[in-house]
């Protein structure tokens, strides 16, 4: 199983980028994906996820209204447009397979069974 996920890149604030996360050897019916993002000196956090059906999404407050997670299943590849971008968003973004698991709203990592490398996204003037 292979997650890879690209589309990262320097952008201004208030621009913004699309990321990929291409999966190989498992279907994007038989796991969520989840988008992570970890920021220098801080904790991965979860970002954005998408369930099995395509039909559940979930996202972190801070990106509410500014991400959308979306998914093509004839490629098996899932997106995350990142609009509105700040300061704050920059960090190395994984794409990882697994359960998808909320603890008061927030995206666990410790359902997760699969992750990609990243993707490091930089948002600077």
């Known amino acids: 199983v292979q997650l890879q996920a690209s589309g990262g890149g320097l952008v201004q604030p208030g621009g913004f980028l699309r990321l990929s996360c291409v999966v190989s050897g498992l279907t994007l019916a038989e796991y969520p994906i989840v988008w992570f993002r970890q920021a220098t000196g801080k904790e991965r956090e979860g970002v954005s996820g998408i369930s099995r059906s395509g039909n559940i999404t979930r996202y972190a407050d801070s990106v509410k209204g500014r991400f959308t997670i979306s998914r093509d299943t004839a490629r098996n590849t899932v997106y995350l447009q990142m609009n509105s971008l700040k300061p704050e968003d920059t960090g190395i973004y994984y794409c990882?397979?697994?359960?998808?698991?909320?603890?008061?709203?927030?995206?666990?990592?410790?359902?997760?069974?699969?992750w990609g490398e990243g993707t490091l996204v930089t948002v600077s003037s």
């Open positions: 990882a397979a697994g359960i998808m698991i909320t603890d008061q709203g927030r995206l666990q990592e410790h359902g997760m069974k699969y």
